[in-house]
């Protein structure tokens, strides 16, 4: 079987397997699910929200905004999000994210060539890290019927 992008479509997975991702109790299960999100049969990268529901879109790009701030600064992160992509995460953010969230997105997107601005937002980050990733996982678990329906 293939995706539309010509790709093989991943196979079913067990549902010990997929409950173990749908609750995950370390970083590395959301880093997993992340992974098989991005690799769901109707996952398209060209779209703005991965053409995924706003619940999995927002999981995905909050886990991706934070990795990457965390491992090369903010601005390496904002430097390359497109106008649509980042709008929709506003959206999402606006919707579903935790208080303050869209804020600090909208910093980004509207300065992230400011060096100053940056290094202040990549604090704020490391700041709520561990918050963010408690988020994450409460995120999924409040998500799962959404979720699960695209790696199951």
């Known amino acids: ?73 903010s601005w390496t992160y904002f430097e390359v999000i497109g106008g649509p992509r980042s709008a929709a995460m506003l959206e999402a953010l606006a919707r579903f994210g935790p208080p303050g969230y869209v804020d600090k997105y909208r910093l980004g997107v509207e300065h992230w060539p400011d060096l100053t601005k940056m290094r202040g937002l990549d604090l704020w980050i490391a700041s709520v890290e561990d918050d963010s990733n408690v988020w994450l996982r409460g995120f ?3 998500h799962e019927p959404e979720i699960r329906s695209l790696i199951a």
Not at 27 to 35: E, I, P, S, T
């Open 1 to 73: 079987m293939t995706n539309h992008q010509g790709g093989l479509r991943m196979g079913r997975f067990s549902d010990g397997y997929i409950v173990r991702l749908l609750a995950p109790a370390d970083f590395q299960a959301l880093l997993d699910l992340q992974g098989l999100l991005l690799s769901a049969p109707r996952c398209d990268p060209s779209h703005p929200t991965y053409a995924l529901p706003l619940e999995a879109f927002t999981f995905l790009e909050v886990l991706s905004w934070f990795s990457q701030s965390i491992r090369s600064g």
């Open 140 to 142: 999924v678990k409040r």
